[in-house]
């Protein structure tokens, strides 16, 4: 081989060798460095922050009921439902009343209600004392629901007063069961005097 020949393929491979470099130069590059596009998208992603999450869609949403408004010196309606801080009706006290639709709130403990509840309350000490046949505790407790309750509007004390001379024995007391028995046909304390008094079951 003469050296022409040898000096042209030296030639024609360091022609192909630097034409591979540059297109690995070139290609390199182009992987290397992002486009003007994604590098937009990429900024505007870091300077704008996430936007928030969604909030919860409720699905069903309670209306607040307005307040029966009354003027001074006129009389509420029967019925007429009060309404809460909240917008929720209190539930009628009245049994004949109509109730609210949906939820609503138990009504309201009155003064009068407060009574009611230490009526029960006195009355249940009476029993407990008329079952231990304690007489002493009866006419004590007797004596308490007098001063708060002397209306008597259950006529419970003369009942009491009669079981608890039925059992102090007291002159007299049998026959004052027999007619107690005999004429309160409507009260509560018939069974009690008939059992404490009278020898009954």
């Not at 900024?43 to 003027?71: G, W």
């Not at 003064?111 to 004590?140: C, G, W, Y």
Request: charged content about 20%; hydrophobic content about 35%; aromatic content about 6%.
């Amino acid at each position: 081989m003469n050296s022409r020949t040898r000096t042209s393929r030296i030639a024609w491979l360091v022609l192909l060798f630097s034409a591979a470099l540059s297109l690995w130069f070139v290609l390199g590059r182009r992987e290397a460095a992002p486009s003007s596009s994604a590098r937009h998208s990429r900024d505007v992603s870091e300077a704008e922050p996430a936007p928030a999450p969604p909030l919860p869609v409720s699905t069903h949403t309670a209306l607040p009921l307005a307040a029966t408004v009354v003027a001074p010196g006129v009389q509420r309606p029967l019925g007429a439902a009060e309404v809460a801080t909240d917008g929720l009706p209190y539930m009628p006290a009245a049994a004949d009343a109509p109730a609210p639709t949906g939820p609503v709130h138990p009504h309201p403990v009155t003064d009068e209600h407060a009574r009611i509840f230490r009526e029960n309350r006195a009355i249940q000490s009476l029993n407990d004392a008329m079952d231990s046949k304690d007489p002493v505790t009866l006419r004590r407790s007797l004596t308490r629901y007098r001063t708060e309750y002397p209306e008597d509007a259950q006529g419970l004390q003369d009942g009491y007063e009669l079981i608890a001379n039925c059992l102090e024995q007291r002159p007299g007391y049998r026959a004052l069961a027999q007619r107690y028995f005999d004429e309160e046909r409507g009260s509560s304390l018939r069974r009690f005097v008939l059992r404490h008094c009278l020898g009954g079951p």
